[in-house]
């Protein structure tokens, strides 16, 4: 799909506060809010707009340990990637699942309340799975910066 500078106006307006009213994102573009809305129904059924969602502090509501984990797996078997991923969206606490090249097939972002749990989550739902071969993992001691919006 291409996006005209309306889209884009539209998809910074909602990517700074999803909650915005389409009438005030219409103001702030000079356009009605019909063609807002319409715009942005567009967009979802294009794809470009996924969802909305609220960003919750991860420490406070009690996940006060996150890591990174490079993960490879075993592949002696042509769905031993797809089977470990569809396990993985399962695991509580893990968060994100991205395909990788280079040295780990798999990096995964989860948290945990704490160390323990983190231990719990890694060795018990991470590493006692079939195709696991073995992992990396680098504990999150702070996050400087995470922003969600995208530069449209």
């Not at 219409?26 to 707009?49: F, N, P, W, Y």
């Not at 231990?119 to 990396?136: H, I, K, M, T």
Request: proline content about 3%; charged content about 30%.
């Amino acid at each position: 799909m291409d996006l005209d500078d309306t889209d884009r106006a539209i998809l910074r307006a909602l990517q700074e506060d999803a909650r915005t009213p389409f009438s005030e994102i219409a103001r702030q573009i000079d356009m009605s809010s019909a063609t807002v809305h319409d715009r942005v129904s567009r967009l979802k059924e294009a794809g470009v707009i996924e969802g909305y969602h609220a960003k919750v502090n991860p420490q406070a509501v009690g996940y006060s340990a996150s890591a990174f984990v490079g993960l490879r797996i075993e592949q002696s078997r042509d769905d031993a990637v797809e089977g470990f991923v569809d396990h993985l969206k399962q695991v509580e606490g893990v968060q994100e699942v991205h395909l990788t090249t280079g040295d780990w097939d798999v990096l995964i972002r989860v948290y945990a309340e704490d160390t323990d749990g983190l231990r719990e989550l890694l060795f018990d739902n991470v590493a006692g799975v079939e195709g696991f071969g073995r992992s990396y993992t680098m504990v999150v001691l702070g996050t400087e910066h995470d922003d969600p919006a995208l530069p449209v």
